[in-house]
């Protein structure tokens, strides 16, 4: 099996040939960008398995690169900051990076955290493929095959984080799902990213399926232990 094609978004250059030497020396393909634009037209041009994202770029930042990228897919990011103080930001609610590395980094860490956070991606396609049955609940036709969700007779894609995590859901639809069991299955046991991450995925979900999502019908929380989906009555 071929390793994953990485995409770095780094304005330093010493930090993105560094970064390009050291990917390569691991088995990756690297394609890098200079600037948030060109990260952005790279991406959609040659796609990516995982972006490593500087967040202080010229022009395009990195947080609107990100948010660009998030639009249209469910590719994982790693934010990369010279700042300690910012990475609540990075992977709280405004966010939700799917983990982050503070400058200066070692490359051994670095190298870790990518094929761990490539780990579980591959995981959460497999969990999402071990399940073939359609569920239907609260009026929504959710198809794992497919990565859809229907509702009204409207036909929907998800990426497959949401997907997963709704598919999650609507399989325990009525139980309170605490936080730790949803990121365990979603995000795979060795997550150790901020579980404000769920929160984020939670909020994304929210928008495509309840009538108002700043006061949700179907999508619970239970403060201080997690999520349920609550079919209506």
Known sequence: MSEAHILVVEDEESYRDSLKYLLTREGFTVSTADTGTRGVELFQREGADLVLLDLMLPGLSGTEVFRVIKDRSDVPVIMVTAKDDQVDKIIGLELGADDYVTKPYSGRELVARVRSVLKRTAAAYDAIGDEPTRVTVAGLTIDPERLTMQRDGQTTSLPPKEFGLLLLLAQNAGRVLPRQVIIDRVWGA???????????????????????????????????????LEPPV
Do not use: F, N, S, W
């Open 190 to 228: 060795d997550y150790y990213g901020d579980t404000k991450t769920l929160d984020v995925h939670i909020k994304r979900l929210r928008a495509r399926i309840e009538a108002d999502p700043h006061h949700p019908m179907l999508i619970q929380t239970v403060r201080g232990v997690g999520y349920t």
